[in-house]
């Protein structure tokens, strides 16, 4: 049985992937970090067949639960972050008129297995895979620095400045060498 479309939780060498879920920060809603992050929530994806190139298979994936991610494409930023886009309704209706118009980044993910694989969804748990955006840009773990303001309470004090750090998923030239194992858990059919 060829895989159309399927449900899977996303496994990697850095640990299950999932996205942050901040109701204080919601500018980190949808980030895709693995499960040691502080605001880290389980997610499934779904993966829909968009085509093959060379033995490579292409997707769409998208958050498959969630009343604010369900359906919300994974894409990467300008800056290269990866996270689901087109969360909630607003967002999603966004999503599609730029599909529509064909502008926006290509949101298809090129899976690249790294072993012989049948092509069939009964044997794909045991294939181990990195997944590539449209140049061809492994995703990695990085970290970025979170800056947060506080007040100091007091007149004429400054602020306090302080910083913590967070690995997300990111799709960066200089951190090829760090590029994500996948395996896939836990696969339905949709």
Known sequence: MSPSIFTAELDSNKGTIGVVDSTLNPRLDGWLCHNRHKQFSPMRFTFTFQGEHNGDRSYHISAAEGWAYAGALVQSSNSGWVG??????????????????????????????????????????????????????????????????SPSGEIGKRPTVSTSSADYVSINKQAQNKKLSFKLRDIRSA
Not at 86 to 92: C, D, F, K, S, T
Not at 100 to 108: E, F, K, L, Q
Not at 117 to 146: C, I, P
């Open 84 to 149: 689901l886009y087109g969360i909630g309704v607003v967002g999603r209706l966004v999503d599609y008129v730029l599909a529509a118009n064909s502008r926006g980044p290509d949101p298809r993910w090129r899976m690249q297995t790294l072993a012989d694989w049948d092509g069939d969804l009964k044997t794909l748990e045991n294939v181990e895979f990195h997944l590539l955006d449209r140049y061809g840009q492994a995703m990695s773990m990085e970290t970025y620095q979170h800056e947060s303001i």
